[in-house]
Nanobody, 124 residues
Framework: QVQLVESGGGLVQPGGSLSLSCVASGSFSNLAMAWFRQAPGTNREFVAAITWISSTTDYSVSVMGRFTISRDNAKKTLYLKMNSLKPEDTAVYYC??????????????????WGRGTQVTVSS
């Protein structure tokens, strides 16, 4: 079993930056990790993912060039650095994990482990 706890959300002005963390308990080995987000009235949306074996990353078009996903396997922690934030980035951000040593998924249904989410609000 894997438990995930996100932190780092908050209120930030447009153009600002915010860093999210997701700490895992249980086994962190061979886990593909990802960030998703969900705004009110919308479906959960893929944001970024990272593999276990090579730390290969992928991003949605809407965040590419502004967000950076990374992981520290020794600390069992996943990160999301968010720069140049826009009001449309406002959402609850979720950390997700799946047992896959070589690849990642962009489909939320492929991830069996989820955190409870952290709210990010971008507003002046």
């Amino acid at each position: 079993q894997v438990q995930l706890v996100e932190s780092g959300g908050g209120l930030v002005q447009p153009g600002g930056s915010l860093s999210l963390s997701c700490v895992a308990s249980g086994s962190f080995s061979n886990l593909a990790m990802a960030w998703f987000r969900q705004a009110p009235g919308t479906n959960r949306e893929f944001v970024a993912a990272i593999t276990w074996i090579s730390s290969t990353t992928d991003y949605s078009v809407s965040v590419m060039g502004r967000f950076t996903i990374s992981r520290d396997n020794a600390k069992k922690t996943l990160y999301l650095k968010m720069n140049s934030l826009k009001p449309e980035d406002t959402a609850v951000y979720y950390c997700a994990a799946a047992h896959n040593a070589k690849n990642y998924y962009t489909d939320a249904h492929r991830y069996p482990y989820w955190g409870r989410g952290t709210q990010v609000t971008v507003s002046s």
